[in-house]
T-cell receptor, first 116, second 114 residues
């Protein structure tokens, strides 16, 4: 089944303790992206990657790191999490070219992160 | 200039009615406008999308209307059903620029009453 897999689904951590949220896709997509979703703010892009070793900042990159060493994986790293990073995080992937007009990112099921 | 403004924030519609969600953008470089549907506990899923060279696209009960001169686009859900109750996001992308940089509106929570 074509899918984007994030782990873990739920995570509670303490301020300052480094964590990594993993993301993997099995569709051989070039583009991958991380979004955070907060009530009233919608989906805001953190980072995206166009291909292996190529990444770019989205709208809210502060406090986050990413890496793209393999095409299928795009982990999100929080070096020193803070309570304002408590959020619902989504990983997504897309092919480099639009598949007709209905291009779109395929999203994972989300990771709910709480930083206390 | 990268913003996509979406309204209303929430919407209650009776079963069988028409749901209308509106979005506006400023960046004229945007040339691809998808709508996403999100159910509780799930990730967003692509619903329907349009390019600015057409003014309307219809797929089943879902229609996008696009007004390039006004920089506005909207989603119409005809014959709304309780199963349509979800959060809807409009989005925009510069196809000719950075295809990875998909910008979302803040979302509309739709409730369809039986």
């Amino acid at each position: 089944e074509a899918q984007v897999t994030q782990n873990p689904r739920y995570l509670i951590t303490v301020t300052g303790k480094k964590l990594t949220v993993t993301c993997s896709q099995n569709m051989n997509h070039e583009y991958m992206s991380w979004y955070r979703q907060d009530p009233g703010l919608g989906l805001r892009q953190i980072y995206y990657s166009m291909n292996v070793e190529v990444t770019d900042k989205g709208d809210v990159p502060e406090g986050y790191k990413v890496s793209r060493k393999e095409k299928r994986n795009f982990p999100l790293i929080l070096e020193s999490p803070s309570p304002n990073q408590t959020s619902l995080y989504f990983c997504a992937s897309s092919p480099i070219r639009f598949a007709g007009v209905n291009y779109g990112y395929t999203f994972g099921s989300g990771t709910r992160l709480t930083v206390v | 200039q990268q913003q996509v403004k979406q309204s209303p924030q929430s919407l209650i519609v009776q079963k069988g009615g028409i749901s209308i969600i509106n979005c506006a953008y400023e960046n004229t470089a945007f040339d691809y406008f998808p709508w996403y549907q999100q159910f509780p506990g799930k990730g967003p899923a692509l619903l329907i999308a349009i390019r600015p060279d057409v003014s309307e696209k219809k797929e089943g009960r879902f229609t996008i209307s696009f007004n390039k001169s006004a920089k506005q686009f909207s989603l119409h859900i005809m014959d709304s059903q309780p199963g349509d109750s979800a959060t809807y996001f409009c989005a925009a992308l510069n196809y000719g620029g950075s295809q990875g940089n998909l910008i979302f509106g803040k979302g509309t929570k739709l409730s369809v009453k039986p």
